[in-house]
């Protein structure tokens, strides 16, 4: 499977941004899907996941109550709704499709990455 990331951008704090993950070649219905990030200098983080049915959802800390992900399995697609953003939340987000896990190892398939700047 393919994965696109997209939607980043540049925001003010306490703004809101949506992310897709739009995928190609198998249906996505198939993975569970996380979205993780990359802030410079940093290692990639875990940010959320979900079930392949859309039905169980796990978020980090940092972003619980901020950020919603869901998933449209019919259009191959899953969503990270980032709402009140921080500057801390500044990073390259990347999706990624395997197992339902908060590790970077259960996930076989990576997308591109999309960079999400969040000024003061």
């Known amino acids: 499977v393919q994965l696109q990331a997209s939607g980043g951008g540049l925001v003010q704090a306490g703004g809101s941004l949506r992310l897709s993950c739009a995928a190609s070649?198998?249906?996505?219905?198939?993975?569970?899907v996380g979205w993780f990030r990359q802030a410079p200098g940093k290692e990639r983080e875990f940010v959320a996941v979900?079930?392949?049915?859309?039905?169980?959802?796990y978020y980090a800390d940092s972003v619980k109550g901020r950020f919603t992900i869901s998933r449209d399995n019919a259009k191959n697609t899953v969503y990270l709704q980032m709402n009140s953003l921080k500057p801390e939340d500044t990073a390259v987000y990347y999706c990624?499709?395997?197992?339902?896990?908060?590790?970077?190892?259960?996930?076989?398939?990576w997308g591109q990455g999309t960079l999400v700047t969040v000024s003061s």
């Open positions: 070649g198998s249906p996505l219905s198939s993975y569970s």
């Open positions: 990624a499709a395997g197992s339902f896990r908060t590790s970077v190892n259960g996930y076989a398939y």
């Open positions: 979900i079930t392949t049915s859309g039905y169980i959802t």
